[in-house]
């Protein structure tokens, strides 16, 4: 199975919450901006909030974005109609496609054999030795019903990821935790307190007095041991 979202059984992944979370979809981009190129594909772009991030990059000349939901389709052309939108995933991308890099935002734990994606991935940024960026979830000893309930086949460990993405091809140019602070947050509302939803207010303010300081420590003293997400840079390369 490749369809990300299959085994969801939520029809929104709560995007109207999680579009409060404007501070952190900045630093999540900022995080791959130094590797996208000129020509990017954004693996589940879902809505596009993150789409229009992504092509307002200095040097991201094309933005190319792919989401198999139908639903989602339609929500993504009323809002930007100026980005070029393929429906479906990566196996129905056309043959000699190359992109100097692609980035998956919370997607690759949506798909069951996450290591053939990986590896599917790495022939496109093959021809251009381009660079995938990606965000996923992270420690499984948080995975709560709410990952379940959105899909989730797993959360990653650090080494996890790595062991996957050299597999796959890829030379790791970074790889670290993500929000130290959002980890124990995930933890008390959906792993111990079993809540099955985002409250917009706590999102809001999280965004927004929050993860802004504890982003800065972080990402400019010393990376964290935990993290609520794992963000990784590979580059593609031969065997």
Not at 67 to 78: I, K, L, Y
Request: with cysteine; glycine share 6%.
């Amino acid at each position: 199975m490749d369809q990300p979202n299959a085994m969801a059984s939520t029809e929104d992944f709560e995007f109207a919450a999680l579009s409060e979370a404007v501070n952190y979809r900045n630093a999540i981009i900022n995080e791959f901006k130094a590797y996208l190129g000129e020509r990017v594909l954004e693996v589940g772009a879902g809505v596009g909030q993150t789409s229009e991030a992504i092509l307002a990059l200095p040097g991201v000349k094309e933005l190319v974005a792919l989401e198999p939901e139908p639903r989602f389709q339609d929500s993504f052309r009323q809002q930007l109609p100026h980005i070029r939108l393929l429906g479906g995933t990566t196996r129905d991308l056309g043959h000699g496609e190359s992109f100097n890099s692609a980035v998956m935002v919370n997607v690759l734990e949506h798909i069951e054999d996450d290591l053939d994606e990986l590896k599917r991935l790495q022939q496109l940024l093959l021809p251009t030795n381009g660079h995938l960026c990606i965000l996923v979830p992270a420690r499984p000893e948080i995975f709560s019903k709410l990952d379940a309930h959105f899909g989730h086949f797993r959360r990653y460990t650090r080494a996890d990821l790595r062991d996957k993405l050299r597999l796959a091809g890829f030379d790791i140019i970074d790889l670290h935790y993500f929000n130290f602070v959002g980890y124990f947050a995930w933890a008390l509302r959906f792993k111990l307190m079993q809540s099955m939803s985002f409250d917009i207010k706590q999102v809001r303010m999280f965004d927004r007095v929050i993860f802004p300081l504890a982003h800065a420590l972080e990402s400019r003293l010393v990376r964290p041991p935990i993290g609520q997400s794992l963000i990784a840079i590979g580059k593609a390369h031969s065997a």
